[in-house]
């Protein structure tokens, strides 16, 4: 069963959201065991955004791309920024508030399964644990992975996106740092811009379009990803549109012209060509599988 875009238990107090649902995840923890994504993906907090909850059906980890807030779990409050992770489990009781100011943007992604719990406490990252990873860059990339194999779906696609998840999980354990610890300002300015990536890539014609908005040079932005990312901001940007359509393209009566269009492509011919290369298929057997 392909991924969704929707859950009952996801917020609706955000601006723009990349998320996923696999609604099979019951079938998939009895039949293989192990850790079993059922959801996740990428908000925009809305300058309200509260989510209160004393219980929660899964394991959860949740991870600050950019922005400030309040986390209280298993009533601790602490102060959230970019390069925080939490954690929390069904019995924890936790409160997630967005600063009105600088609204959070936060990876989030729920999971179950016989390993789950036990790479958790193995890891260190037990329910309630807040830290700070200065390798945010390096999370955040297999995030994103884990966001694209979840919508590509596939039983290998969402083999791909529980070995991404748990390698980003590993690498948190391995960088971890104290809640407390600073962030280097050019590390600050590289995350701010690629968020703004994330966030506007839809409407994005180039990477010298995301530079201006960020109020830095094209090639400053193309340094900042050479020295913090392992992809450039150009295949950041690609990836995002690319993967982005695959959604669009299963939708009934979808066109590949209108979704091009849509993605800032000036031609379907030159989408068709950049979507087969990134994904091996072309728009049209996407359309057709739909």
């Known amino acids: 069963m392909s991924a969704t875009e929707q859950a009952d238990y996801f917020s609706t107090q955000v601006v723009r959201t990349r998320r996923f649902y696999l609604p099979d995840w019951k079938e998939r923890q009895r039949e293989r065991g192990g850790l079993c994504l059922v959801g996740g993906g990428c908000e925009w907090c809305a300058p309200d955004f509260v989510v209160d909850r004393q219980t929660f059906p899964f394991l959860a980890f949740e991870f ?4 400030k807030g309040q986390v209280t779990l298993a009533n601790r409050m602490q102060e959230l920024g970019t390069g925080h992770a ?5 019995n924890t009781a936790h ?7 600088d609204p959070l943007v936060k990876y989030f992604f729920n999971f ?10 193995e890891l260190g990252l037990g329910a309630g644990s807040l830290i700070r990873v200065l390798d945010a860059s390096r999370v955040i990339s297999l995030l994103e992975e884990v966001i694209d194999h979840a ?8 083999r791909a996106a529980s070995a991404a998840l748990e390698h980003a999980l590993v690498l948190c354990a391995d960088s971890r740092q104290p809640a407390t610890t600073k962030l280097d300002p050019a590390y600050a300015t590289y995350l701010r811009c690629r968020g703004h990536i994330l966030r506007n890539y839809p409407v994005l014609a180039n990477i010298e379009e995301a530079a201006r908005h960020c109020h830095v040079s094209a090639a400053y932005l193309t340094r900042l990803f050479k020295r913090y990312d392992e992809e450039t901001p150009l295949a950041c940007l690609t990836r995002l549109k690319l993967s982005q359509a695959a959604i669009k393209l299963r939708q009934p009566d979808a066109q590949v012209k209108a979704v ?3 993605l800032g492509y000036k031609s379907a011919a030159h989408f068709s060509r950049a979507f087969k290369a990134w994904s091996g298929r072309s728009p049209t057997d996407i359309r057709l599988d739909g």
């Open 151 to 158: 919508l590509r779906g596939g039983r290998l696609g969402l």
């Open 64 to 67: 600050v791309s950019r922005g």
């Open 86 to 90: 939490f954690f929390f489990d069904p």
């Open 112 to 121: 179950t399964g016989s390993r789950a719990s036990a790479l958790l406490e």
């Open 95 to 101: 409160v997630i508030r967005s600063d009105a100011d």
């Open 260 to 262: 091009a269009s849509e």
